[in-house]
């Protein structure tokens, strides 16, 4: 065996590197024991038990993923105004309006409510089939709704100690009035709009289902 | 809320037919999937990547339900006659052969 000798690449270091750094923050914690000094500084983040022994080269983003920002691009059938039809989740099968891209790249949809008892709510592009339908939606001003505006504010529940396991939960998720009203800010406009349409009302409170005979593949939605 | 009676079929029906196999070796990472009314393998482009569920029953109830899923998806055509290729986060079981599956329309392309 002749083998060449290779020379390894010389070692540029890359622009992009991550150096293992930490900035460590403490919290003082109320130790036990009559000897162990009382309270201790303990960081409050533990450091990690691995971490690389040279510096790791960070990938650049693509152009791609630099200009998607971790958003969803919407779909070129989506519009504002296209009607969508929800394929999976409470209300499959239904047809809503959509109103605008979230920052979080879900999408801003409404039934109306009073057509087909859907509010306003976010839904994920992937869930969802444009049709080609559409409904005016120029009248409706949809810009104070973001991300926060949804999602469970709940979700951070003090931990419960001793005899509070045994307490009832006190969540009652009870619908506010400004739901409500933000309901009714965004669907009056709305449905003037839809009753002009002849049964577009009907339309979306219809739902959407396949047939025995029906291949979604060969469907002009 | 639904009404009893209104049809909500959000799905394609398929039937399973077997594992990826040649004539003697079957692999059974990969199930073979008919998807009804797709007979030609320029059909198949819509359903790939599309879920599928398979569906079975059990004695035991979890979660409040017999039901039980396996959940996996579409990868690739198989053949030039619409069939399909899917895997499943579990390998299907053999007495899923020549049984039901539900290929959901998402992830939804269009």
Redesign the interface.
């Known amino acids: 065996f002749v083998g060449t000798s290779r020379v390894p690449p010389a070692h540029v270091p890359s622009p992009n590197r991550v150096t293992f750094s930490m900035t460590v923050t403490f919290a003082k914690k109320e130790i036990g024991g009559a000897k162990n000094g009382g309270t201790r500084d303990v960081p409050t983040k533990k450091a990690p038990t691995y971490y690389p022994a040279e510096d790791v080269p960070v990938k650049a983003p693509s152009e791609r993923e630099a200009k998607s920002c971790g958003v969803a691009k919407l ?1 070129k ?1 989506i519009t504002p105004g296209t009607v969508l039809i929800l ?2 989740g409470r209300f ?2 239904r047809r809503v309006v959509f109103l605008k891209q979230l920052p979080s790249g879900l999408l801003l949809v409404t039934g109306p409510y009073q057509v087909n008892g859907i509010p306003l709510r976010r839904v994920n ?6 049709t080609s339908t559409s409904v005016n939606v120029q009248s409706v001003d949809a810009s104070k709704f973001g991300d926060e505006y949804f999602g469970n504010k709940n979700k951070s529940k003090a931990k419960k100690k001793g005899d509070d396991f045994l307490a009832a939960d006190e969540e009652k998720n009870e619908l506010s009035e400004e739901r409500k009203t933000d309901q009714l800010a965004v669907d009056t406009p709305l449905m003037t709009t839809i009753e002009q349409t002849p049964l577009m009302a009907k339309y979306l409170k219809a ?5 025995k ?6 469907m002009k ?1 | 809320m639904k009404k009893v009676g ?7 029906k398929g039937r399973i037919l077997g594992y990826k196999r040649s004539k003697a070796n079957q692999y059974e990472n990969t199930s073979l999937i008919k998807i ?3 007979v030609q393998r320029s ?5 790939l990547g599309k879920r599928v569920a398979y569906i079975y029953k059990a004695k035991r109830e979890i979660n409040g339900s017999k039901y039980r899923v396996i959940w996996g998806k579409v990868c690739r055509p198989h053949g030039n006659n619409g069939l399909v290729r899917c895997k499943f986060r579990k390998n299907l079981p053999p007495c899923s052969i020549a049984g039901p599956c539900r290929i ?7």
């Open positions: 779909r059938s394929l999976a499959r099968g592009q992937a869930y969802v089939i444009a739902r959407f289902s396949l047939s005979k029906q291949a979604p593949h060969a939605f | 209104e049809p909500c079929t959000l799905y394609s009804e009314n797709v059909e198949t482009e819509f359903y959901m329309l998402y992830p939804s392309r269009i």
